[in-house]
């Protein structure tokens, strides 16, 4: 019998005790490394024109207005999310498990079987929040006839969100990960900037900026959907010696659904804090946190940019029972999570104040709390892709137990802090969750399969990071003239400067040298196209 034929048993006992090489050099490297570099170059597109638009919705719509904005997309997103159940995270599963052993017909089954469950859940919530519109603003938007009619047209655009998102999750299944950067990080970013900017110039207000999302979103969609059919191959399976013992259908429904509510409520854990600002305090406050919040998560984009790549692998592993490799793995793919994302979160903290002004005036009162998100994020990377072993290991109701258990820790600092501190305690109630679920997956991966991610390697770029800040520091002290963006600017340059030359000259290791030759010659021959 194939090795697909069956639920992959656990490998637990092949963790226990064991003693993983920290030099090894497992040959799922180079795609790991090259498939970063790739969305490492999406993250970066996507970051650069997240920031600017929202930098352009601040200074061309009220505060009251971007803060409606920010709800709506947030409940948008939550919905949409709510129509994939799960399914997203079983193609990548699935559809890496058959691709792998040419199994390309179940894969493409298991992919219909995906769109035609997420759909037309995602028609239903869509008719669904159109009628709801008046009932929702009122609770979170004051009623606001403006702020019905964007709910209502943002609504659209569920049923397509839900089939880009399995669309991507399938090339993301084949190790291709160019065509999400294509899709979602350029295409879409770049179109819905360049659509909202003329509607904004033309005065079609929040519901053209609404417009302009739905626009772009739906082009996205019909790229993604090319590039799924361009990569998954049409041939026939390779013939197996036995009956499969569970059908896709069985096995994807099976995996996923108790992901379904494991996204649900991860993607509410995200925004709680934004929907219970706007549900305790008002829409200028959600303005002024919302722009912060869209700051504060940038570093994720780079967990995100290795996790994406990292996912099917982590079930590929799992199931060939390759343990050894995978642990080596875990510990290179969190380190450099962990290194490239210290930078980024010192720039926020020490640059808090001058980022928040560039969205206008009085988006400077929400810089103490984008240095609590930055904070949250660094824990994020120190835990590196602990969910996505959970996850891929074929452990989906023990997140479920994570996120339920943190959703009620962050609802319940939501409830105690923001009414008191407004930004500050949604700000506070986002880095306890974040703390919360984090240690919790490290723990289970450690409890679960013996493995942890951690030496005093990670001194080094603490050190690093001492000395850019210090850096910074001393220039303040010294550099009296100029000032605004370029003063900025140029600190921000010393400061990576300094950050890399130390992190240099204290030395990597073996297999992070590995990695960066891998970068250095553009990854030839790594599998990924």
């Known amino acids: 019998m194939s090795s697909s034929d069956v639920e992959p048993q656990p490998m637990d006992d092949l963790f226990d005790g064991q003693l993983l090489a920290p030099e090894a050099t497992p040959a799922y490297l180079p795609r790991i490394a090259?498939?970063?570099?790739?969305?490492?170059?999406?993250?970066?597109?996507r970051t650069v024109l997240a920031y600017g638009y929202t930098v352009m919705l601040a200074r061309m719509l009220q505060v009251s207005a971007l803060g409606y904005y920010f709800l709506i997309v947030t409940i948008g997103n939550i919905l949409g999310l709510a129509s994939v159940v799960g399914l997203d995270l079983g193609l990548v599963r699935y559809v890496s498990l058959y691709a792998g052993e040419a199994r390309f017909r179940r894969a493409r089954r298991t992919l219909a079987i995906a769109l035609l469950t997420a759909v037309p859940i995602g028609v239903a919530l869509m008719v669904a929040t159109i009628f709801l519109a008046p009932?929702?603003?009122?609770?979170?938007?004051?009623?606001?006839?403006?702020a019905v009619t964007a709910l209502r047209i943002f609504a659209i655009s569920i049923p397509f969100w839900a089939a880009a998102k399995l669309f991507n999750a399938t090339t993301q299944g084949l190790h291709w990960m160019r065509y999400q950067v294509y899709s979602r990080d350029i295409g879409e970013q770049f179109i819905k900037f360049l659509l909202t900017a003329a509607l904004l110039v033309a005065g079609a207000g929040l519901a053209g900026v609404i417009w302009a999302n739905v626009a772009a979103l739906v082009i996205a969609t019909l790229m993604s959907m090319m590039f799924a059919?361009?990569?998954?191959?049409?041939?026939?399976?390779?013939?197996?010696?036995?009956?499969p013992t569970r059908q896709p259908r069985e096995r994807l429904f099976r995996y996923s659904l108790p992901l379904a509510f494991s996204n649900i409520l991860g993607m509410v854990l995200v925004w709680v804090d934004l929907l219970m600002l706007g549900f305790l305090r008002n829409s200028t406050e959600v303005g002024y946190y919302g722009a912060a919040l869209r700051v504060g998560v940038a570093s994720s984009a780079l967990f995100l940019a290795f996790a994406?790549?990292?996912?099917?692998?982590?079930?590929?592993?799992?199931?060939?029972?390759?343990?050894?490799?995978l642990g080596a793995l875990y510990k290179t793919v969190t380190r450099w999570v962990f290194i490239l994302s210290l930078p980024l979160v010192l720039l926020q903290l020490l640059f808090a104040g001058p980022v928040m002004k560039m969205f206008g005036d009085g988006f400077n009162s929400g810089s103490a709390a984008l240095m609590i998100l930055a904070l949250s994020q660094l824990i994020n990377a120190v835990a590196g892709p602990a969910g996505s072993m959970v996850?891929?290991?074929g452990r989906s109701r023990l997140e479920l137990v994570n996120i339920t258990f943190t959703l009620i820790i962050d609802i319940a600092?939501?409830?105690i802090l923001i009414p008191r501190y407004g930004l500050i305690g949604a700000a506070i109630a986002n880095a306890s969750a974040t703390a919360a679920i984090n240690m919790m997956r490290a723990a289970e991966v450690w409890l679960l399969m013996r493995i942890h991610a951690y030496d005093y390697g990670y001194l080094k770029p603490l050190a690093a990071a001492a000395a850019a800040a210090a850096a910074v520091l001393m220039m303040e002290l010294w550099i009296r003239s100029g000032g605004g963006i370029v003063r900025i600017a140029f600190q921000a340059v010393v400061m990576a400067a300094v950050y890399l030359v130390v992190t240099m000259a204290l030395g990597l290791s073996g297999q992070d040298k590995l990695v960066l030759r891998l970068v250095r010659k553009r990854l030839p021959g790594a599998g990924e196209g």
């Open 34 to 45: 090259k498939g970063a570099m790739i969305n490492l170059s999406g993250t970066a597109s």
């Open 135 to 146: 009932s929702v603003a009122a609770r979170l938007m004051g009623g606001d006839p403006a």
């Open 229 to 243: 059919i361009k990569v998954l191959p049409m041939g026939a399976d390779m013939q197996t010696a036995q009956r």
């Open 308 to 325: 994406t790549v990292f996912m099917p692998v982590i079930s590929d592993l799992y199931n060939k029972r390759r343990a050894g490799e």
């Open 391 to 393: 996850i891929m290991s």
């Open 413 to 415: 600092v939501c409830l």
